[in-house]
């Protein structure tokens, strides 16, 4: 009878050991390392056709770009700002400014997967000066915006009792964040 209480306990004892250990894995999603959302932010394109690949003289097509919000913290209306660069203004009759955003532009989350999206037009396009066969020239786009991410830590705090009484719960050796690490 002692043999079977024994054996019991060890097999519970066994158990409980598989149980604490299955909780302690760490499940973390692909591709996302100490960044909770990820380490996209907002993306920039030209929007289909606005300005197309190429045009003459006598017309004065759109352009448009389009903003995608693929990062984790929601861009407020204003923030994001976008021009055209690497061509003279003048010359295309383009603003030399920035354009804002006409409202915010949401996180990816659970209700946006792909994230929130926005077009930002930058007016016509109009060639002044004359071209007597053709002209090529690139087009660019740059966007500024203050980037926020969030980022995901395992912290070790630890008394000296909880240390002397139950054992070492975490280590605390290794790095340690110091007073002037900008925290």
Do not use: W
């Not at 603003?95 to 930002?120: D, H, I, R, S, W």
């Not at 060639?127 to 070790?156: G, H, M, W």
């Amino acid at each position: 009878m002692k043999n079977k209480v024994i054996k019991n306990y060890i097999i519970l004892m066994f158990l409980f050991l598989i149980i604490v250990l299955a909780g302690c894995t760490k499940k973390e999603q692909p591709g996302t390392g100490i960044f909770k959302g990820g380490i996209e932010g907002v993306s920039i394109s030209f929007v289909n056709l606005a300005p197309p690949s190429s045009f003459s003289q006598d017309t004065s097509p759109k352009v448009k770009i389009l903003l995608k919000n693929k990062g984790e913290t929601k861009v407020q209306t204003g923030n994001a700002k976008v021009r055209i660069f690497g061509i003279t203004h003048e010359n295309f009759g383009l603003p030399n400014t920035y354009k804002t955003t006409l409202g915010p532009l949401e996180p990816a989350g659970e209700f946006t997967k792909e994230g929130g999206e926005q077009e930002v037009d930058l007016g016509n396009i109009k060639y002044k000066l004359s071209i007597i066969n053709q002209e090529t020239f690139t087009l660019r786009a740059r966007l500024c915006y203050p980037y926020q991410t969030i980022a995901k830590t395992d912290v070790c705090v630890q008394s000296l009792i909880t240390q002397e009484s139950r054992g070492e719960v975490c280590s605390l050796i290794g790095e340690k964040i110091k007073s002037g690490d900008g925290y």
